[in-house]
């Protein structure tokens, strides 16, 4: 906390709870990301609420460039995305006092049940809450398929390039920087198949996906009902990809009837036929096969870069998840191929 500025803070604070409100900040945990997160607790029997969450983003700087289509700054995605959410019945923090311009924001304090901690306290109700995040995320794709025009989410897009790399973002973090290169034949191999699955993916239809649906970004509160958190990345891209997020969450482990239970649900929340249905398996697995793979890469980034281990014994359970899939895609040779490349490489010597 040394390293960081609190006075714009302070007096956003001011302005927005009142001249000479009592608060204190503490420090909360973070994840991957270079955000400070910390919770303000108000003092003395005026203030409501009593508590706030403040998030400080050290690399957003104020941008003197003006939007050519509006003529204002830029907004904040996660401003943006926020509102957008909040229009259309998507459960999400209210914004309390928008300091963006120097790096601040304060939202409602949701508390610390994420749905990874609810689950921890209350195994039981594993199949309720994620039948809940299923048709919350049925919901929330259906009443967003028509975007704003100039929304920041139609700006972005799960296309090939995008796909392409985080594919390879496997390759070099969690085989290459771990010391286990491709041999020549294999990553002439492993580039063409990368190549032809991120065009796959990127041909099929696009919609709103929130990049990161998974047991952590999803606030359980009283009901229970579940909040959305982390959105500022959302972009265009395939139906099936939050339900990998939160069906193959690498923090998590289920069964393939539990996750095959909850496809079902998806399919009878948007009233798929029973043909699409078995296409939505299908598109759950390759989406797991491009999802965990660039997983598996990121948490080794996060070590070696960033220097947070905390993530590292992800790896392995990641790409266990990325080999059922490939097993079940074994018809289609790509993924066979995909298959043995992966078991040969990280075969101990």
């Not at 009233?271 to 296409?279: F, T, V």
């Amino acid at each position: 906390m040394a390293d960081i500025d609190f006075s714009p803070l302070s007096a956003l604070v001011e302005r927005s709870f009142g001249p000479g409100v009592s608060w204190q900040a503490e420090a909360m945990p973070g994840g991957a990301s270079t955000r400070k997160f910390f919770r303000l607790l108000f003092e003395g029997p005026r203030p409501s609420p009593r508590s706030a969450v403040a998030f400080f983003v050290p690399d957003a700087t104020r941008s003197d460039e003006i939007d050519k289509t509006d003529g204002l700054r830029p907004r904040w995605p996660f401003l943006e995305v926020q509102e957008l959410l909040a229009s259309h019945g998507v459960a999400v923090p209210r914004i309390l006092a928008d300091g963006s311009a120097d790096g601040w924001l304060v939202v409602e304090d949701l508390g610390d049940d994420t749905l990874a901690n609810f689950l921890l306290r209350q195994p039981s109700q594993k199949e309720a809450i994620y039948r809940t995040a299923v048709r919350d995320l049925a919901r929330a794709q259906r009443a967003l398929q028509a975007l704003p025009e100039h929304s920041v989410v139609r700006r972005r897009a799960f296309d090939e390039e995008l796909l392409s790399w985080e594919i390879h973002h496997f390759r070099e973090w969690a085989l290459e920087a771990r010391g286990m290169p491709l041999s020549p034949d294999d990553r002439a191999s492993f580039d063409a198949i990368a190549a032809r699955l991120a065009a796959l993916i990127a041909g099929w239809p696009r919609g709103f996906v929130h990049r990161d649906y998974q047991s952590r970004n999803l606030m359980v509160l009283d009901g229970p009902s579940l909040v959305w958190i982390d959105f500022q990345d959302a972009l265009l891209g395939p139906r099936v990809y939050d339900l990998v997020a939160l069906l193959n969450d690498s923090y998590q482990s289920f069964d393939r009837p539990f996750v095959e239970a909850r496809l079902d649900d998806f399919a009878a929340e948007l009233g798929l036929s029973d043909a699409d249905r078995s296409a939505l398996g299908r598109e759950f697995d390759r989406v797991t096969v491009q999802r965990k793979l660039k997983d598996a890469g990121r948490f080794v980034f996060i070590e070696r870069v960033k220097n947070n281990p905390s993530f590292l014994r992800f790896v392995e359970p990641t790409i266990e998840k990325v080999r059922s899939s490939l097993e079940r895609l074994s018809d289609d040779p790509d993924m066979a191929q995909l298959l043995r490349i992966i078991e040969r490489t990280l075969r101990p010597a």
